[in-house]
């Protein structure tokens, strides 16, 4: 049984936006730094977002390729992160992970596929 759950992927158009979801399994997010990472075909994985764990402050991170663009959240009541991206460009196109941060490789699960095409 895997640890996390994503959802929310598909196919949208340049400049559309597309709302991914993690839930956890077994344990309460809100204890642990979280991260969204991606890979895209032929290409190492790379990270995406950080948020702290709760009481740990507020400062989110992002890669310089989707800062301004993305926006990591939490909502523990329903144990769930999420990733909200705008402007969505091609170079996007990849195959969407949540994770610990630094990320436990035994919790990997099967990933949200994001494509942008026209």
């Known amino acids: 049984q895997a640890q996390f759950v994503e959802s929310g992927g598909g196919l949208v158009q340049p400049g559309g936006s597309l709302k991914l979801s993690c839930q956890g399994s077994?344990?309460?997010?809100?204890?642990?730094?979280m991260s969204w990472y991606r890979q895209a075909p032929e290409k190492e994985r790379e990270w995406v977002a950080t948020?702290?764990?709760?009481?740990?402050?507020?400062?989110?991170k992002y890669a310089d390729s989707v800062k301004g663009r993305f926006t990591i959240s939490r909502d523990n009541t329903k144990n769930t992160m999420y990733l909200q991206m705008n402007a969505l460009k091609p170079e996007d196109t990849a195959l969407y992970l949540c994770?610990?941060?630094?990320?436990?490789?035994?919790?990997w699960g099967q990933g949200t596929q994001v494509t942008v095409s026209s």
């Open positions: 994770n610990l941060n630094p990320p436990s490789h035994a919790r």
């Open positions: 077994g344990f309460t997010i809100s204890r642990y730094a």
């Open positions: 948020i702290p764990r709760l009481g740990d402050g507020d400062t989110t």
